[in-house]
């Protein structure tokens, strides 16, 4: 059974550092994308970018670009969103999800919860 | 980048009816990559159509897609009461891997 299973939520506060993981099983890690997708209180769904654990290719939404960094540890299936300076905009549901080449978002994982308040 | 645009924003019908959904995009949809999500509260998104008529694993055959170019359609034939919920259309693009979601349709009991 293929699962992608998340960190827990994070309450943190503006300018400080957080990475959040994401670690898949039941496929081979290294075969699938893994995209992250931020969900903002009452709001849709936003890409924010994909990785290829395999290597380690990463490509940003626009959106995105140079806010936060999306990397993968193959060795230990798990892949990462972080952020080097959280803002209260930042306050949202992440998700991880996966896909193969020329597919959508296949499986998700439940979710992160990131807080981030003075 | 496309643009996608859902409409109705709020679609407000009773178990048994039928659900008919419309996403457009801003310029046509390379290869007919469109995808469409359900998304209940406190859940993650679950995939329910991809390549605009294909249903995914495990989905429902009261689910189906059709579209090309611009303009696409999610149809639910009934309504059966777990289906209320959020529905989003998703363009996507294979190399580099690119995607864009629309703002959703929710789809509420009347």
């Known amino acids: 059974e293929v699962q992608l299973v998340q960190s827990g939520a994070e309450v943190k506060k503006p300018g400080e550092f957080l990475r959040i993981s994401c670690k898949g099983s039941g496929y081979s890690f290294t075969s699938y994308w893994i995209s992250w997708v931020r969900q903002m209180p009452g709001k849709g769904l936003e890409w924010m970018g994909s990785t290829y654990p395999s290597d380690s290719y990463t490509t940003y939404s626009p959106s995105f670009q140079g806010h936060v960094t999306i990397s993968a540890d193959k060795s230990i299936s798990t892949a990462y969103l972080q952020w080097s300076s959280l803002k209260a905009s930042d306050n949202a549901m992440y998700y991880c999800a996966t896909f193969s080449a020329g597919s959508p978002f296949d499986y998700w994982g439940q979710g992160t919860l990131v807080t981030v308040s003075s | 980048e496309i643009v996608l645009t859902q409409s109705p924003g709020t679609l407000s019908l009773s178990p048994g009816e039928r659900a008919t959904l419309s996403c457009r995009a801003s310029?046509?949809?390379?290869?007919?990559?469109l995808a469409w999500y359900q998304q209940k509260p406190g859940q993650a998104p679950r995939l329910l159509i991809y390549g605009t008529s294909s249903r995914a694993t495990g989905i429902p055959d009261r689910f189906s897609g059709s579209g090309s170019g611009t303009d696409f359609t999610l149809t639910i034939s009934r309504l059966e009461p777990e289906d209320f919920a959020v529905y989003y259309c998703q363009q996507y693009r294979s190399s580099p891997p690119g995607f864009t979601f629309g703002p959703g349709t929710k789809v509420d009991i009347k």
């Open positions: 310029q046509s949809v390379i290869s007919d990559y």
